[in-house]
């Protein structure tokens, strides 16, 4: 898989009802190698050894304190978290913020996309569902909850606690629920928060590099025997020229069947000159900064649990093969408007 140096550092959020399985979720993150990861949440009390974990990989571990993040006051907490983690020093590839149970997502969504802080860009809303308290605790009205349609990646956790005879009819009760408010989430089931990291956020490298990520290492050193999910696939090409904004634009606007997350540097015509940018989907949100130099090669990447692969390789190589042989006004103007959006 292409590694995409991206220009913001994504910013996932974690949601779910009480006793969901976030914490387990994010232990399991924790435990991918590659991956250089910031992490914020208001109460270590429950995240003793990962604690340890993260500030064995960043220096210090931002907490905050004062209960559920986005009913601070002035949401400067995690403002202050965030900026602390967006230091360049600490070259994270992701911050992920574990919400307390009472979070409303919809609300930290908004608070980590309209962040005041400039290094960093709202990566994803991963919902985590408690499949065998579902529709006793969250799902309890006839309207499926609002909560649905913020997240970007919903995990049906606990799929081994519900009875053998009902798993499959639950399951697919909670799916219709949830795309009757959200049709193009992407859903995954998974016991213990166990989905594969690559899905969440960039994982470089199978090692970690010498001498780094000691605790990472340790984790997973105790956890290989569970290392049981489902990996997610892929599809990528390599740009060798400038590409078409618009077909740029349709793809970044129409991913291909089952992607959930897409990413790349591309080269595009300007009037006067070359222009690089970088890319990012993630569900529905769409993210486009410039670069400073236009990237001598590019690369688009696309990774889905669902994905099509062969038909994603055939989008993504034609956007590859069709290059635009002068500048294309419309294209660049939706590219542009992205960018503004995303800024
Ligand atoms: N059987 C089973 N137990 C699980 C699963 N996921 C988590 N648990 C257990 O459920 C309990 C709650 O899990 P957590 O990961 O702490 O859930 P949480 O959403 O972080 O909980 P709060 O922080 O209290 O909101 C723990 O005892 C976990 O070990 C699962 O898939 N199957």
Not at 118 to 133: N, P, T
Request: net charge neutral; glycine share 8%.
């Amino acid at each position: 898989m292409n590694a995409v140096k991206p220009g913001r550092i994504p910013v996932i959020a974690l949601t779910g009802h009480l006793g969901a399985g976030k914490t387990s979720l994010l232990n399991h993150l924790l435990r991918r190698p590659g991956a250089r990861l910031g992490v914020v949440v208001n109460d270590f009390g429950a995240l003793n050894v990962d604690a340890a974990l993260v500030a064995g990989q960043i220096d210090d571990a931002e907490a905050i304190s004062g209960g559920c993040v986005c009913c601070l006051p002035d949401a400067g907490g995690l403002d202050d978290a965030l900026h602390r983690l967006s230091r360049p020093r600490l070259r994270l590839d992701a911050i992920l913020v574990e919400a307390s149970g009472a979070a409303e997502p919809v609300a930290l969504a908004r608070l980590v996309a309209l962040s005041g802080v400039s290094g960093i860009r709202l990566g994803g809303l991963v919902e985590v569902i408690d499949a065998a308290e579902h529709f006793s605790t969250v799902d309890l009205w006839p309207e499926p909850p609002a909560r649905y349609a913020a997240a970007t990646l919903v995990v049906i956790n606990k799929a081994d606690l519900l009875p053998a005879t009902d798993r499959d009819r639950v399951l697919d009760l909670i799916r219709e629920r949830v795309r009757r408010r959200h049709p193009q989430v992407q859903i995954v089931t998974a016991s213990h928060g166990r989905v594969d990291p690559a899905l969440v956020f960039d994982t470089a490298a199978d090692e970690d590099p010498p001498d780094e990520l000691p605790f990472a290492k340790l984790m997973r050193d105790q956890s290989r025997d569970h290392d049981d999910h489902q990996h997610a696939r892929a599809a990528s090409v390599e740009l060798a020229g400038p590409v078409s904004p618009s077909m740029l634009v349709d793809l970044l606007e129409d991913p291909p069947a089952g992607a959930y997350r897409l990413k790349g540097r591309v080269r595009v015509r300007g009037s006067r000159s070359e222009q690089g940018f970088v890319v990012n989907v993630v569900g529905t949100l769409i993210h486009v900064a410039p670069l400073r130099e236009p990237p001598s090669a590019g690369e688009l990447v696309a990774i889905g649990m669902h994905l099509d692969q062969p038909a994603a390789q055939q989008r993504l190589e034609a956007v590859a093969s069709t290059p635009a042989d002068r500048p294309d006004t419309g294209g660049l103007r939706r590219l542009r408007r992205y960018r503004t959006l995303s800024t």
